[in-house]
């Protein structure tokens, strides 16, 4: 008779060989070397990329005294706690400077931006002045130095104004242009190659017969690889056969950095995806203590990292959401992000059991008082795409957690920050 040897189950509360959610980030870290290729791009070319150089700045912006308001430039030392009349002597506009001399009880009209004349310091704002012919009575209180932006207020020549591996964001693209440089060194993009695995998989288009479904989890993964500004090569679907993925895997391999694909990585008959992990590379680790998302099998083929998501629609935004983004981001040369978490209220009852972390999917709103609170989205099974798409954030529940009563305090992951 052949002998029983019980296989892990997503039923099981806990199964010994699993890691748990931070043992796995850590093995994915440890796996990981950011890659070093850079590139030279024109500067809105640049947008999206991530910093290979600092940028120091040649000049100082702005590069010149200039006046903050439409008004009048005076000699600060003509202030006086009686109303001063100026003669006006002249006129400078932004980009056409007053040229001449401009003497102690005199003073130009001068216009936002336009540059200061050297022998003024002050501007009085035109709602503070009274017109006459050719001069101007000034009202009100006044200080010296009012309303001037001094040369390198906002960057000093020399400063260090963006440092490697800062991700070039549009204000970036303001800020080196306002330093005149035109031309970027960055990071190359990533490549990402994914698939979809399953017999019973149809592409959108396509009629479905008996048993088979749309493919969905090529669509969530092109949302969330497409807002993080990697190139990607979707590959389709592939089915439950050793020969079709082995095929697969190779190719992908070879053209991308990293490999995802969905499905088939569980311990059903048709599941192929970790055994040919085992063939074609190496498997760092396939079981995490977690839901949704137990199996999760991670390593790498010939140089690309690979992540075997599961298949379940929901398992594979979470695990994207928790493992995959910030692999990514590490592969690429940023900074490591701090998740951004809440201490929040829940008003629902959860179930849970412990042994597991959960990646719960709930709702924040505002309740009558104005206090931000959580509940459930209701029903989490992991085939419940749905339970995405109505929620506003992830409710973490640790290991050793085994529910949540009405009226507690529970840690949340607002979707809003999830890159
Ligand atoms: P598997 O891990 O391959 O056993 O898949 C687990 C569950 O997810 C099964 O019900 C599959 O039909 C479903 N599934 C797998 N891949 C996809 C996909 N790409 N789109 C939608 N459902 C999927
Ligand atoms: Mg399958």
Redesign the pocket.
Known sequence: MAEFTPQPSCADAHEPNSLSVQEARQRIKNLITPITTWEKRSLRDALGYILAESIISPINVPPHNNSAMDGYAIHGSDLSDKPVTVKQVGIAFAGQPYVGSIKSGECIRIMTGAMMPDDCDTVIMQEHVDVNDSSITLHGTHSIGQNVRSAGEDLQQGEEVLTPGHKIMPADLGLIASLGIAELTVKRKLRVAFF???D??RSIGETLEEGQ??????YTLYGMLKRIDVDFIDMG?IP?QKAALRQALQLASKQADVVLT?????V?D??YVKEMLTELGHVDFWKIAMKPGR?LAFGKINDALFFGL????VS?MVTFYQFVSAALQQLAGLPEQASQHMQVNCVSTIRKRAGRFEFQRGILFQDERGLTQVKTTGEQGS?ILRSMSVANCFILLEEQCDGIKPNTTVTVQPFSGLI
């Open positions: 979809s695995t399953g019973e998989l479904i749309y493919d969905s989890n090529r679907v439950d969905s499905g088939g990585v569980s059903g048709a599941d199996p599961p298949g379940n629609p594979v085939g």
